[in-house]
């Protein structure tokens, strides 16, 4: 069996994640495709992970690959995460990942319905809220608030009605808005704020595609997110590849099997797996790079030993196991990010990295101040260690 050591799992990381300078990439389609999916649940994370891929690209072109050239598409999919994926590999989510999140709310959504007194079958309230909704779409986009105000269904709320301090009104658009993008009948379009905010307004999918394709089968599905998924982190184990899925043992054993991926031996004694043809990363030169929250190369894998002291987890990631900034030195994380008042990033670290590490690592702050250019971003999953640094 193949040998794969954990420094060369970290040489993968600087070339197959384009974080390496001399293997950046040149447009957003590139970056995303190189890391299977970008995550996006914070709107800032996108660009910002496309800052540290790229070069020549400006938060304008992150916009543009996403609502006009719509070359990437944001999707609820894994682990019910809000991702962007390349516009090709929907289909496989929609017929997978999503497929499955989709189910598990359905299911939800019709109890609390049902327990809201709403009505007496949520199941069939959730059908009609959805048309309801899709028939609202059919004369143009619109943001939620706006599907509130013209969708009736859309309008409710459940709870609130308790005298308990955590017992506060919900709403129920998000929860119909979220099952029509897990199914695949919308997406994100344009955004109606700044791009570091999350203000999305919704479209129906075949206006936002023109000629949407249709779902692979759940098998197919999950064979070729697998695939991708091994392109980008692999070796890996199943273990990682089931979490980083959201899916079962059962599905990624067949998918493996379905991608005719090869075994190959870790460092601590665990079993990747890795693609056929995979090759060989030969020693790549020391890099450093700062990545934002929750982002991919962070979140790719449930076992990060070969590149995190676990010792910094408490540091680095909330209690959720939501990663905040990290600082990155020879393959490693070595510390976070944040910005003062003037919008200038400032470096945080948990280790020493010498003066060239430290010399990198000032260097990246510098060209990721100039990149936003003035823009501070505000972040909901801030670790402790990002908490204990900010500036005044």
Not at 18 to 42: C, F, G, I, K, N
Not at 78 to 87: G, H, I, K, Q, Y
Not at 118 to 127: C, R, S, V
Request: proline residues 5%.
């Amino acid at each position: 069996m193949r040998h794969v050591s954990d420094s060369e799992r970290r040489s993968r990381i600087g070339v197959r994640h384009a974080l390496s300078p001399a293997h950046r990439l040149d447009s957003v389609e590139a970056v995303t495709r190189a890391m299977t999916v970008l995550h996006a649940t914070e709107a800032a994370t996108v660009h910002l992970a496309v800052a540290a891929r790229a070069e020549g690209v400006a938060p304008a072109d992150v916009d543009a690959a996403l609502y006009d050239e719509r070359a990437v598409v944001k999707q609820l999919a894994m682990r019910r995460t809000l991702f962007v994926f390349p516009r090709d590999l929907l289909p496989a989510a929609w017929g997978s990942a999503s497929s499955r999140v989709a189910t598990a709310e359905r299911k939800r959504i019709a109890k609390a319905i049902s327990a809201a007194g709403i009505a007496l079958d949520g199941d069939a309230w959730l059908e009609a809220a959805r048309s309801a909704t899709l028939e609202r779409l059919a004369d143009g986009p619109a943001t939620t608030g706006e599907l509130k105000s013209s969708v009736p269904e859309l309008a409710g709320t459940v709870g609130g009605d308790s005298d308990k301090t955590w017992d506060r009104p919900v709403s129920v658009a998000p929860w119909v808005l979220t099952h029509l993008g897990l199914s695949g009948a919308t997406v994100r379009g344009r955004n109606a704020g700044h791009w570091r905010l999350n203000k999305p307004t919704w479209t129906r999918t075949e206006d936002w595609l023109d000629d949407a394709p249709a779902p692979l089968d759940e098998q197919a599905g999950y064979a070729e997110l697998v695939r991708r998924w091994l392109g980008t982190f692999g070796p890996g184990t199943a273990a990682d590849v089931q979490w980083w899925l959201g899916s079962t043992k059962t599905a990624v054993t067949r998918a493996l099997v379905d991608v005719e991926a090869v075994e190959v031996s870790l460092d601590d004694g665990t079993t990747g797996w890795v693609l056929p043809d995979d090759a060989d990363v030969g020693p790549v030169e020391p890099w450093a790079a700062l990545l934002p929250t929750l982002d991919p190369s962070v979140m790719g894998w449930k076992a990060r030993s070969f590149y995190l002291d676990p010792a910094h987890v408490p540091f680095l990631f909330d209690t959720n196991g939501n990663a905040g900034t990290s600082a990155w030195w020879d393959g490693r994380i070595v510390g976070c990010w944040v910005q003062d008042g003037q919008a200038v990033v400032r470096l945080s670290l948990l280790e020493d990295v010498g003066p060239v590490g430290r010399a990198a690592l000032e260097h990246e702050a510098e060209r990721l101040t100039a990149w936003l250019d003035g823009t501070v971003i505000g972040n909901v999953y801030a670790s402790r260690q990002m908490k204990q640094a900010r500036l005044p």
